[in-house]
């Protein structure tokens, strides 16, 4: 599968954006969807993901009641929500895929990723 980032972008502190991932190829019902992001100079870290079947979510404790994570099996595609964005949010947000069922947070079960969408906050 491929997956495509886009929708970041440059947002003031307090505001929203809504990055989306959409995937060519198959998606399976066991399969999990994250995002992870990276800011400059650290390493890259674990924001959500989402189960495929049953869309039951994870959050990062950082992100936890400002980003929802969401899919459209329809569309195969999975968005993050982001409501007031702060500076230290400012990073590549990067989606990816674990092949095999079970929310995880480590980027070392997610075999397929996309190239990355930067989030810009400023201050």
């Known amino acids: 599968v491929q997956l495509q980032a886009s929708g970041g972008g440059l947002v003031q502190a307090g505001g929203s954006l809504r990055p989306s991932c959409a995937a060519s190829g198959s998606i399976f019902s066991h399969n999990v969807m994250g995002w992870f992001r990276q800011a400059p100079g650290l390493k890259r870290e674990f924001v959500a993901s989402i189960s495929w079947s049953d869309g039951s979510t994870a959050y990062a404790d950082s992100v936890k009641g400002r980003f929802t994570i969401s899919r459209d099996s329809a569309k195969n595609t999975v968005y993050l929500q982001m409501n007031s964005l702060k500076p230290g949010d400012t990073a590549v947000y990067y989606c990816?895929?674990?092949?095999?069922?079970?929310?995880?947070?480590?980027?070392?079960?997610?075999?397929?990723w996309g190239q990355g969408t930067l989030v810009t906050v400023s201050s």
């Open positions: 990816a895929r674990r092949y095999y069922s079970g929310i995880s947070y480590l980027e070392s079960r997610y075999g397929d």
